[in-house]
Each structure stands twice: as structure tokens, then as C-alpha cells.
């Protein structure tokens, strides 16, 4: 039996659902939606509960922009949705595991908390982390305790995974 692993996402993947636009490819907006109703064979989607917060700031940021309310209503309407798609949120700020590894991507130098909780889940479940924060990425490579998590961009997991023909029918 094949094993299935842990896909943890970063606050990236799920921006656009709250209508914060990322530019990572034309066809990004039709795959993630594989993602979103967890039909990645050998794969178990996480979310960080901490990129739920990290959202709001980002909404917040447009929002001192705009202030425009209906910004800020995006967090609400599009919660629901978010915490009835078929994946696991993964509540990582009280996970002593995950909270200790991000405490040490930290005192290693990445000045972001959130990426660090982010990695700290994905160390924490095990699992691979998909991101595209190549800052982070290289801070990774550089500490013992997450030298060997695997970190995935966009690109290189649609094109390993994705191409390869491995969604579940």
C-alpha cells in the first residue's frame, strides 16, 4: 500500500480564494481547485490555521488602501467555504512540535513567524511543505532541524505531481 503523505500549503494558496490575486501561472486558478477538494493521489492537504490569520492581514493591508468594508466582509463570506473544503486545518500555534521548530526557524533568522509556524506544520506532520518563498526555502537548507523537509514551489509540484497524471479519478 502506497503511502500518503502530508501536503502542507502556505498562506499563498489560499489568497486567491479571498480575492488577493497571485501571479504563479495561467493555469493556477483551474489545478488548485485539485488541491482544494483534496483529489491529489498519495497526498493529504493540510492548512496551517495560522495561514487564516495571515490572510487577514493581507485583507487588512488592502483594506487601509481602499476603505472599502467589503474587504474586510471577504473573511467571513469566504470562511465557510474554506473550513468545508476536504482538507485538514492544522491548528499549529498549540502543536508543541510545530511551535518548537518555529521558534527555531526564528532564533535561525527568518524574521516571519507565520512561514515559520507554516514549516513548523510541515515538520510537525511530517509531511511536504509547498511554497514560494525562496527566502524561507534557503533558510530551511541552512538548520539541522529542517534540512530534510521537502519544500515544493507551484511549478515543480504541478509539474511533478500534477502533468504525471497523479489526481485521483
Not at 27 to 37: A, P
Not at 100 to 119: K, P
Request: hydrophobic letters at 45%; one cysteine or more; charged letters at 25%.
Amino acid at each position: 500500500m502506497k503511502r500518503i503523505e502530508p501536503l502542507i500549503l502556505d498562506t499563498t494558496y489560499i489568497l486567491p480564494l479571498f480575492g488577493i490575486q497571485i501571479d504563479l501561472s495561467e493555469d493556477f486558478q483551474k489545478k488548485v481547485k485539485d488541491i482544494w477538494n483534496n483529489r491529489l493521489k498519495g497526498f493529504n492537504v493540510y492548512l496551517p490555521s495560522i495561514c487564516l490569520i495571515e490572510t487577514m492581514f493581507k485583507l487588512l493591508n488592502e483594506y487601509r488602501k481602499e476603505n472599502d468594508y467589503e474587504i474586510l466582509n471577504r473573511y467571513q463570506n469566504i470562511l465557510p467555504t474554506i473550513l468545508n473544503l476536504p482538507i485538514e486545518i492544522f491548528n499549529c500555534e498549540i502543536n508543541p512540535k510545530a511551535s518548537s521548530i518555529a521558534s527555531v526557524i526564528r532564533h535561525s533568522g527568518h524574521l516571519d513567524i507565520m512561514d515559520c509556524w507554516i514549516a513548523g506544520t510541515a515538520v510537525a506532520l511530517g509531511g511536504m511543505l509547498l511554497s514560494e518563498d525562496t527566502e524561507l526555502i534557503l533558510a530551511l537548507k541552512e538548520i539541522p532541524e529542517t534540512k530534510d523537509l521537502i519544500v515544493w514551489s507551484w511549478a515543480d509540484f504541478i509539474s511533478e505531481k500534477i502533468e504525471k497524471k497523479t489526481l485521483r479519478k
